[in-house]
């Protein structure tokens, strides 16, 4: 467990005594990592990228790989509905099927194209790397934030295993399990297993206190390794997921009363009767707030479909020929299944009532299959290093959303304003003559199907100038074909209305060409007390949910069916250039340097662009992403290596960055959707630390601060558009969502060894700045005013471990501490002030305890 040793080419766990691992020097050696596609020192390629081995995992308490966002600088994961993964700012928010993210999460180089299959429990991990800024040139997908790259432990010639266990708060359990058996001199097998269970540390009163959010995951590798002869080897891994997990609960607040769906139109919602006073949108919210309910509980109704059911099957394979001491051909093949059940995308109303729900009513079905060469050599004295190939993936992704809506009320004043074009004044005290209707259609459900095939071609090389000076220069050429299909169903407006005046509650609608088409009209209440009477309660009681689907039963009109169909192919070229100066020995000798490292790249990254459904205007273009990244940057060991610090200074300019906000379609349906921020930049730095003041103690840190800026960012202004006006709001003061602009963590490790084992003490402390969650202009608004509003305060978690292992170094007891203080802090989901109002936070864990054993034999 010594953290002196940390080479990360040693594919299996430290198993030494104790008292030999208190014997080291506390020398910091080197570690390997395969950043540039080969086996070469952390310390010597022009990279930013951290590197944690197995072993740290294990010592951090890192049981799933959302957990690297405490200690790796400039990154931010959010695990939930959609897994969203950032690297400097730069990530993407949804897991829809038509994005592709921008973060490339690779498995022994295999690509995992969608977000829900990145977030890998720590399944028998020799090392993960995060490499920082856009990786245009060597790595299978072309991505514009960064890569994670997994590297398992591979099947050798030894007989070895282990086993672990552990339990903790909130009735949480663990088990993995791993063993290496050969077969024959030259067959070798691998196998694990992993499965994490907990009842959830929020409850959910309005599903019967159902834990929320819930772990229960379980995962099942097997791997392979044949090596005939010393210039051939074929590796295969096969990985088989299931997750059956209950998503995060949320609780609603309000950032503002401006928005549409409230006070911004003088909207009535089930349970209004004074159109001036209007009061069930925001009781519904209160009714699941925080500060109503208390800590760490939802209300969000019985309804909502809050389950996470994912069915994943991987398989890929590897074949590695040394065609001779210089020259490498590697093959790379890789097919994967994925199968998504139902789930609640969106809770827009964020209460207990059921008025809005965005929801994947159908299987999402996604598979890929992916085929990649690649030639790796060196001339004889190895002064060129060189890396060619050729990337090919086919993927195929469908997707159901279903958009349902409740009815709602307008005054005849406000429906006369908004005929007019004229933003809505508050209606006179108790109203006048109440309209009942729909603000866009009542149910849009809509089929979504993606084809995309990606091929690419990359080079890159390495030469070395002199023996300190290194100049690399790299190329990819990439060409993504999209064929995208949206068909839509909408609600069967002529028998709505038919049920309508069948209770003789309403009379003829009144069209006022308000909400475009999918409207069609809103109805009068005949009622003797007009408002008093709660119209709107009237009319949505005559379409309740009555099979329990989270959705309303309006009747669906077959003839309303829409087909709409896309293809383009998406082409871009990524260059690099870097040049790195190693300072030579004679420079740093009597100084208390040991090494040093200076680098300066510029490089480009490219995210392809897509077709986006938009209700019923079918599928909108949305322009691909390139990012150009200008970074410095430093490595250094000192004090005779027992220092290592490694920082970089990076300034990234952004071509129309996809983001995700809140609009509408010709018929006036509030949707989710992407869009294109024409220009932004960021600058940033970065720093990481790792010291050895002595062998026993180890101290690691680090920190970044980014600074995001859009340069053009204009979007249509939503409320001017439902009342027929054009107006473009400027958006360029806004920061980038989900990610802090600053973020550090410390961890702090001591290790002593009495005559009965050794026992290690760590602490880790981590810091995020203020983080917006919000998608519109109205919520950054809101977060200027109070953070809390559409954000979250910076915070700080901190974090405990203690562990045993006896003197044969074969068995450890760990007890572990997170969130010690017990901090409240919001993890999303996301703040909507513009068109439904609300802010659904959803919470961290908690104060958390437990204790795990692991033996290896």
């Known amino acids: ?49 951290s590197a944690i081995s197995g072993e740290d995992l294990r010592e951090r308490g890192i049981a799933n790989t959302a957990e690297l966002t405490k200690s790796v600088p400039s990154l931010e994961i959010r695990k939930g509905q959609a897994n969203q993964i950032y690297i400097r700012g730069i990530g993407e928010r949804t897991g829809f099927a038509r994005v592709d993210p921008t973060v490339g999460v690779y498995l022994d180089d295999l690509f995992l194209p969608r977000s829900d299959g990145q977030l890998l429990d720590t399944v028998d991990i020799a090392s993960i790397q995060v490499l920082r800024g856009p990786q245009g040139t060597l790595f299978g997908k072309n991505t514009t934030g960064g890569a994670m790259v997994v590297s398992l432990r591979k099947p050798d010639d030894s007989y070895e295993a282990y086993v672990e266990a552990g339990i903790g708060s909130y009735n949480h359990r663990r088990f993995k399990a791993g063993f290496n058996l050969p077969i024959s001199d030259t067959f070798f097998t691998r196998t694990a297993v992993h499965v994490t269970k907990d009842d959830g540390y929020f409850e959910n009163i309005g599903q019967n206190g159902r834990g929320n959010p819930s772990n229960d995951r379980q995962a099942f590798l097997f791997q392979t390794r044949w090596e005939p002869s010393a210039t051939f080897s074929l590796d295969t891994q096969t990985f088989v997921g299931k997750i059956r997990e209950n998503l995060a609960g949320i609780n609603c607040s309000i950032p503002t009363k401006d928005s549409l769906y409230y006070e911004g139109l003088w909207v009535a919602h089930p349970g209004d009767t004074d159109p001036s006073n209007l009061r069930a949108f925001e009781e519904n919210c209160n009714a699941n707030s925080r500060d109503r309910l208390g800590d760490l509980t939802a209300n969000q109704g019985p309804n909502p479909r809050l389950e996470k059911d994912l069915d994943t099957y991987l398989f890929g394979t590897t074949a590695t020929w040394e065609l001779s001491e210089s020259l490498q051909l590697k093959t790379i093949v890789g097919l994967r299944s994925e199968k998504e059940g139902p789930i609640q995308a969106s809770d827009p109303d964020g209460g207990p009532a059921l008025w809005s729900s965005y929801i994947n009513t159908e299987d999402s079905d996604r598979r890929s299959y992916s085929l990649e060469f690649q030639l790796n050599g060196s001339n004889a004295d190895q002064s060129l290093r060189y890396t060619v190939g050729l990337f090919g993936m086919r993927e195929t992704n469908s997707e159901n959303f279903t958009v349902s809506n409740v009815f709602r009320g307008l005054d005849s004043t406000t429906l006369g304003d908004l005929a007019a074009g004229r933003t809505p004044s508050r209606p006179p005290p108790t109203g006048t003559v109440p309209l009942v209707g ?5 149910l849009v459900i809509s089929d979504f199907a993606l084809e995309n095939e990606t091929t690419a071609l990359f080079a890159q090389v390495s030469y070395d100038v002199t023996a300190q000076l290194e100049l690399t220069l790299g190329y990819r050429f990439t060409n993504e074909k999209r064929h995208s ?39 009068p209440y005949l009622g003797p007390l007009r408002w008093l009477d709660d119209p709107v309660s009237i009319a949505a009681a005559l379409f309740p949910d009555a099979d329990g689907d989270a959705l309303l039963d309006y009747p669906i009109d077959p003839n309303s069916a829409r087909s709409d169909e896309r293809e383009e192919t998406f082409r871009q070229s990524t260059p690099m250039v870097s040049l790195s100066y190693h300072l030579s020995d004679d420079w740093l000798q009597d100084s208390f340097f040991s090494s040093a490292l200076l680098y300066a790249t510029w490089s480009r990254g490219f995210k392809s662009g897509f077709f986006e459904p938009r209700g019923i205007d079918g599928l909108q273009r949305i322009e691909p992403e390139v990012v150009t990244n200008h970074e410095i940057g430093f490595k250094v060991d000192a004090f005779e290596r027992s220092l290592r610090l490694n920082g970089a200074i990076y300034m990234m300019d952004y071509e129309d960055q996809q983001l995700i906000a809140v609009g509408s379609d010709s018929a006036q349906n509030v949707a989710v959707v992407f869009g294109n921020a024409g220009q932004s930049r960021i600058t940033g730095f970065e720093l990481e630390m790792l010291w050895l003041p002595s062998p026993a103690l180890q101290i690691n840190a680090s920190f970044s601060a980014n600074d995001y800026e859009f340069l053009e960012f204009n979007e249509l202004d939503l409320a001017a558009a439902l009342t027929g006006q054009e107006k473009v709001v400027d958006r360029t003061d806004e920061t980038f969502p989900v990610s802090p602009e600053r973020s550090g963590a410390l961890g702090i490790q001591y290790q002593w060894a009495p005559d009965w084992g050794a026992i290690t003490a760590r602490l880790d402390a981590s810091y995020k700045s203020d983080i917006f969650y919000g998608f519109d202009p109205g919520s950054y608004r809101a977060f200027e005013r109070s953070t809390e509003s559409a954000g979250q305060p910076a915070y700080t978690l901190l974090d405990a471990r203690f562990t045993w292992q006896n003197p044969e170094g074969d068995t450890t007891v760990s007890l572990w501490l997170k969130n010690l203080a017990d901090e409240r802090y919001r993890i999303g989901v996301v703040a909507v002030a513009d068109s439904s109002g609300t802010f659904n936070e959803s919470w961290g864990e908690p104060r958390m305890m437990g204790l795990d054993i692991r033996y290896s034999f």
């Not at 729909?438 to 009542?442: D, E, N, R």
């Open 1 to 49: 467990m010594e953290k002196a040793f940390r080479n990360l080419s040693l594919m299996a766990a430290l198993s030494l005594p104790a008292t030999e691992l208190l014997a080291a020097s506390g020398i910091l050696e080197e570690v390997l990592v395969t950043a540039r596609k080969r086996s070469e020192s952390m310390q010597d390629i022009p990279i930013a990228v």
């Open 438 to 442: 729909f603000i866009g259609s009542p």
């Open 485 to 523: 299909e949206l068909d839509t169903l909408e609600a069967d407006m002529a028998a709505i209305e038919s049920r309508l005046l069948a209770s003789n509650a309403f009379g003829a609608p009144r069209s006022a060409g308000a909400f475009g088409a999918g409207a069609g009209g809103f109805y």
